[in-house]
């Protein structure tokens, strides 16, 4: 417990999944905690639970990361309700349509993906970067499709891009002790995945999947990735910069 006390923490995507299990333990840790999405009754629902653990812990911003003042909107609110930002974990991320291939990719999934995923975790990155406190973390969800190329085409090249910018901040950011680092998880059991439509996957792309992981082991739940997002936002983690860390109970090795 407490280890988070005293910092503050923006979590996008925090009103469903893994945003919402990392609020939530944010918040018994003793954290300050703002969550944006874009949806304003979900949000308001995983408010409604950090109030039952500390009224005064949280701040819900309506957001769509997407759009850059929204971003510089999301920052500013977390400088002026608690002071300054420790850490900003960017979560939001959206799925691309049937885990399609090169071939079959969607040409109208490319503006909506990499909008939210690549574009939106840099804007939300520069728009914090004038509030971090010395020491702070900034912890991105990737995804084991960004280190391994599985999974939709389009959103594989977006989770490989949030590495490649996981590396970039950290090393900008090293002489400042502010760190990043990325959580790449495998299958996560979420709303968001659970509500993919069978009807419109792509078949040979699960097949090649098959034979490159071992899909029998368990997925990963939302509460396991907001564990390691908890390391990674605390103190105990503050040598640890640039790193990437897959998450996937071995399903990729």
């Keep these: ?137 900034i912890v991105n969800v990737a995804s084991v499709a960004g280190v391994n190329g599985g999974g939709g085409a389009v959103y594989a090249s977006t989770k490989a891009a949030i590495i490649g910018l996981t590396k970039h901040t950290a090393m900008l950011l090293a002489d400042k002790y502010i760190r990043c680092n990325a959580v790449c998880p495998g299958n996560i059991v979420t709303p968001m995945t659970s509500n993919m439509s069978a009807a419109q996957m792509d078949v040979n792309m699960i097949i090649t999947m098959r034979k490159h992981g071992d899909l029998s082991l368990k997925p990963c739940q939302a509460k396991d990735v907001a564990n390691i997002l908890l390391f990674l936002a605390s103190d105990e983690s503050a040598a640890l910069t640039g790193q990437i860390l897959v998450s996937d109970f071995g399903v990729n090795l």
């Design 1 to 137: 417990m407490n280890r988070l006390k005293g910092k503050t923490a923006i979590v996008t995507g925090g009103n469903s999944g893994v945003g919402e299990a990392t609020a939530l333990l944010f918040a018994k840790e003793g954290a300050n905690v703002v969550i944006c999405g874009r949806r304003k009754d979900a949000l308001d629902a995983v408010a409604s639970k950090v109030v039952g653990i500390d009224e005064s812990k949280i701040l819900a911003v309506q957001a769509d990361i997407s759009v850059n003042e929204d971003c510089i909107a999301l920052a500013k609110a977390a400088k002026e309700r608690f002071g300054g930002i420790d850490i900003l974990v960017n979560n939001a991320g959206v799925l691309d349509t049937g885990i399609k291939s090169i071939d079959k990719y969607l040409d109208e999934d490319v503006q909506r993906v990499i909008g939210i995923n690549q574009v939106g975790t840099m804007q939300c990155t520069r728009a914090v970067l004038p509030y971090l406190r010395s020491g702070a973390s």
